[in-house]
């Protein structure tokens, strides 16, 4: 079994920053992408970020330039800092894994989710 734990979560006023965190734990062969997704009320969930284990990352437009993600492989954890936050990055924040089993295969694992709130 793998879990994954985020925290970091929380009220913050706009322009202020947050950071959350995942940590991967269980039966881990290696992982291969990380990733942070969010979904607001009435939206679909949407990709904010992603990182590879090589560390090349892909962000979302509407989160260039404010957000940062990164990963400590030796920790299996991956971070998502967010600067200059507006109230649209109002969302439950969802960590993404994909592992993979040493014979090839890729697994999905999320996170239960972490709520963030940016009060104007």
């Known amino acids: 079994q793998v879990q994954l734990v985020e925290s970091g979560g929380g009220l913050v006023q706009a322009g202020g920053s947050l950071r959350l965190s995942c940590a991967a734990s269980?039966?881990?062969?290696?992982?291969?992408?990380m990733g942070w997704y969010r979904q607001a009320p009435g939206k679909q969930r949407e990709l904010v970020a992603a990182i590879t284990s090589g560390g090349s990352t892909n962000y979302a437009d509407s989160v260039k330039g404010r957000f940062t993600i990164s990963r400590d492989n030796a920790k299996n954890t991956v971070y998502l800092q967010m600067n200059s936050l507006k109230p649209e990055d109002t969302a439950v924040y969802y960590c993404?894994?994909?592992?993979?089993?040493?014979?090839?295969?890729?697994?999905?694992?999320w996170g239960q989710g972490t709520q963030v709130t940016v009060s104007s």
């Open positions: 993404n894994a994909v592992l993979e089993d040493g014979l090839g295969y890729e697994y999905d694992y």
């Open positions: 269980g039966s881990i062969f290696s992982i291969n992408a």
